[in-house]
Nanobody, 121 residues
Framework: VQLVESGGGKVQPGGSLRLSCAASGLSFSSYEMRWYRRAPGKEREWVAHITSAGDSTHYADSVKGRFTISRDNAKNTVYLQMNSLKPEDTAGYYC???????????????WGQGTQVTVSS
């Protein structure tokens, strides 16, 4: 299983970035997808979540109204559109694939290597 994030970089406050996470080696449409971030010296923070079908999303209060999570199950890819970026959004961003398990299969949990987002003037 591989999760490969891309799209990070340096942007000025108020700017936008779109992160992508391409998944391979798993039944992508069966997995809930999440984005997390970790800023230097801080604990990992959950950012956003999308259901396996893409019919429900949830956001941390710190990004609500500014970030949008979406997915394309045909492309095995999840996205995080980040608008109105603030310096406090500076962090490594990581995607997470989570399968909650069923009567036939145990839970599964996979992580990408991350992509750095820096918001600075």
């Amino acid at each position: 299983v591989q999760l490969v994030e891309s799209g990070g970089g340096k942007v000025q406050p108020g700017g936008s970035l779109r992160l992508s996470c391409a998944a391979s080696g798993l039944s992508f449409s069966s997995y809930e997808m999440r984005w997390y971030r970790r800023a230097p010296g801080k604990e990992r923070e959950w950012v956003a979540h999308i259901t396996s079908a893409g019919d429900s999303t949830h956001y941390a209060d710190s990004v609500k109204g500014r970030f949008t999570i979406s997915r394309d199950n045909a492309k095995n890819t999840v996205y995080l559109q980040m608008n109105s970026l603030k310096p406090e959004d500076t962090a490594g961003y990581y995607c997470n694939a989570f399968y909650p398990g069923s009567n036939l299969r145990p839970p599964r949990d996979y992580w990408g290597q991350g992509t750095q987002v820096t918001v600075s003037s």
